[in-house]
């Protein structure tokens, strides 16, 4: 790991940590996006509206417009009490507040009349009285509401019992309510609070509390208190968690398990607004008595009554995105335990969303760091796939709200903020290096560089290395005869063509000079099988040459041919960035390049084009070679044994190549036991040498001169190297 990839990884997951305290202290704009989500969900997949014995009685216009404005007299609703109880109504609950007496009862209005009889205003009607009659000994319900004035508490009709610690101090708050007219909330069978979103500032109902405590009691809501009296039961079942004090799980109201969140409220789980819910008040209250069919649907429902007038301002924003009228989501309350289909957020959500994003975040930092942006970015996006869809899966299988969003949104800006290092940093550096090292190396090399860890370390590096210096051959009078022009254009052709052999043989150009290039393998990585690339590189050249001068690509003329000397060998050199700091290059420098250089220059003495040293041949026992003799070079106390490459493996292979290489054998033996012989075989050799190839007659018309060069030759009782 370098260490600009150190530093990335501390920041990624310095970021990753922010995150995750950042999703630990929740925040309300995470929350209001985790809500939106919810919604969202809601909105694909609404509740069903199915066939349930709940209905409103709706105060709606058409009611207004044939009994006059809100509030009504209270003896209207008191018949409108006993038609809906004598038609069978298992419950019925007022979503209305009852604090203030009726200003149009006959008595109230009488009592504000200058100089009427005290006796006759005892005999004129009271409504509240009618109402209160009205509704004593039937299962009606009442609603109070909150309000932060005054430390009114209404009487609770109904006990609570618990499993595990009273967990009073869960629901919401309850500081005071809005009285109600003490006869009606004798008389009432159930009292509960008609708020929907208490100390909540959002406009869209999602929870309903269905319980509020003061510390000391707790209040049902209107919704549950109307389901407890349509069954008859006294008494709330609450289950807290054994390990969690003040942690609700669940309600049970008679027959049915509401399960709630810790609070104590429910997830509404919203289905669209239907107009089969609502019945006009005004149908209820007819002259002319109530239809059949308006009957039919009364009987044994939970009756909620309430206004969908907008004049009257109890409309509310479901999850859905629709305006209902608030009566409704007490409804809908209702409708939803009946039917079974709940909404939970279980207490594990929130550990799992957090590690999520811990564990999404640290996987991206890797992935970006060490592997690739892309790669990064489609991980990611798998992830996100299968976040949305496990999410998604929950939601519509088993009613569980798991947030996807806050991970991904988190993991997204992990994944920039990583990419974004890396290509100011860490791919600045791999730029750096492909810069230094793109004119040099090959891409297959280079990619390896910039993916392998320490694979280039600048400054000086001992490595086994096999050089090559290349020559063109009679270059100063070539030179004396062209323009320097075009002079520069003949050494940009050749030394194009001839370069490019290096780098796709894995190679590294490591600098021209002049007419002649200067290369090496083994460096800045490891090359496999280094000598034997060297010497492909070699023998492509010889190719590339010839085909450069059979289609005159230097505009010399095909009577003259362009030669060139190759020098290879391998040995022990120093390899790295040499020069200054603000300006270096990446060269070899010892006794290795030296030999290289000095094997090039013995070329000319004997008259091949490629030669390589000892330490290379032996590393070639598939290549064609023939033993070129021990020559001193330049510098060099010793001589140096070499070798001519003829070909690569398929001349090897030939039975050309095979008589060839045992008549030079026959020829080198002649030499050294210095027999007359060498005449005889010489001869032999320069036909057999035109029959495989032209390049070897120079090679046999200096090898009669050089015959010192194959006596005395160090190591030549060494078999271990066999020419070819």
């Known amino acids: 790991m370098t260490r600009a990839q150190q530093i990335g990884v501390i920041i990624g997951l310095a970021i990753v940590a922010s995150f995750t305290v950042l999703r630990v202290s929740d925040p309300p704009l995470l929350q209001q996006i985790r809500d939106l989500t919810f919604d969202e969900y809601q909105r694909i997949s609404p509740r069903l509206v199915e066939p349930t014995p709940v209905r409103v009685v709706d105060i709606d216009e058409a009611s207004l417009k044939e009994f006059g404005q809100w509030p009504w007299p209270r003896d209207r609703l008191a018949l409108l009490v006993q038609r809906l109880s004598d038609l069978g109504a298992a419950a019925i609950a007022f979503d209305v507040l009852f604090a203030e007496p009726d200003r149009l009862s006959p008595r109230t209005v009488m009592r504000d009349v200058a100089g009427v009889d005290p006796a006759l205003l005892s005999r004129l009607p009271d409504n509240d009285e009618l109402f209160a009659e009205a509704i004593a000994g039937r299962p009606v319900v009442l609603g109070f509401g909150l309000t932060t004035e005054g430390n009114y508490r209404p009487p609770v009709k109904a006990g609570f019992a618990f499993t595990g610690e009273n967990p009073v101090n869960a629901p919401p708050r309850l500081d005071a309510a809005t009285p109600v007219r003490p006869q009606l909330q004798m008389n009432a069978a159930g009292l509960g609070h008609i708020s929907l979103n208490p100390g909540n500032s959002s406009a869209v109902v999602r929870k309903v509390p269905l319980f509020l405590s003061d510390g000391e009691q707790l209040y049902p809501n209107l919704a549950i208190e109307a389901l407890r009296v349509a069954q008859g039961a006294s008494t709330y079942l609450l289950a807290a968690a054994p390990d969690a004090p003040d942690t609700l799980t669940s309600a049970k109201v008679g027959e049915f398990v509401v399960p709630v969140t810790a609070s104590g409220e429910l997830w509404l789980y919203t289905s669209p607004d239907a107009a089969e819910r609502y019945i006009s008040a005004a149908k209820i209250l007819a002259p002319q008595g109530v239809a059949p069919e308006i009957a039919a649907l009364i009987e044994g429902s939970i009756i909620f009554v309430g206004t969908s007038s907008a004049g009257l301002q109890d409309i509310r924003t479901t999850a859905l995105g629709q305006n209902v009228p608030g009566v409704s989501m007490h409804a809908q309350t209702v409708e939803q335990i009946l039917t079974g289909h709940f909404l939970s957020r279980p207490d594990w959500a929130d550990g799992m969303e957090i590690l999520a994003i811990a564990v999404l975040g640290t996987i991206l930092v890797v992935l970006t760091t060490f592997v690739s942006p892309a790669v990064a970015l489609a991980c990611g996006l798998c992830l996100t796939a299968l976040a949305l869809a496990a999410s998604w899966f929950a939601f519509s299988t088993w009613g569980l709200l798991l947030d ?190 030296n030999v290289a250089a000095r094997i090039e220059s013995a070329c000319k003495e004997v008259g091949f084009d490629i030669l390589v040293s000892e330490n290379t041949a032996s590393e070639l026992p598939h290549f064609a070679l023939l033993d070129a003799g021990a020559l001193g070079l330049k510098g060099k106390s010793n001589r140096a044994r070499l070798y001519a490459v003829i070909g690569g493996e398929q001349v090897r292979r030939s039975s050309e190549f095979a008589e060839m290489q045992q008549l030079h054998q026959e020829l080198v033996d002649a030499f050294r036991r210095r027999s007359t012989d060498s005449r005889k075989l010489l001869s032999l050799a320069k036909l057999k040498a035109q029959a495989l190839t032209a390049a070897l007659s120079p090679f046999y018309d200096r090898i009669a001169r050089r015959a010192d060069h194959f006596r005395d030759i160090p190591g030549s009782d060494d078999d271990s190297i066999r020419t070819g």
């Open 404 to 593: 996807p969003l806050a991970p991904i949104i988190a993991g997204s800006i992990i994944h920039f903020a990583a990419t974004s290092f890396r290509i100011l940093v860490i791919n600045r550096e791999r730029r750096e290096v492909r810069r230094a090292f793109g004119q040099y190396l090959s891409p297959s090399l280079l990619y390896r560089i910039e993916h392998t860890r320490n694979a280039l370390r600048l400054g000086g590096d001992d490595r086994e290395l096999t050089m090559m210096f290349v020559d063109v051959r009679g270059f100063t009078e070539l030179s004396e005869r062209l323009q320097p022009a075009e002079v520069v254009r003949f050494l940009n052709t050749l030394l194009d063509a001839l370069s490019r052999h290096v780098t796709a043989n894995e190679g590294t150009l490591d600098k021209f000079i002049g007419d002649s290039i200067m290369a090496f393998w083994n460096a800045p990585v490891d090359v496999s099988n280094h000598p034997a690339k060297a010497v492909r590189a070699a023998l492509a050249m010889r190719e590339t040459l010839a085909s450069l001068n059979a289609t005159d690509a230097f505009g010399f003329g095909k009577d003259y041919q362009v030669g060139i000397g190759i020098g290879i060998h391998t040995g022990l050199a120093c390899v790295g960035n040499m020069g200054a700091e603000t300006r270096f290059n990446y060269s070899a420098v010892g006794d290795a390049v």
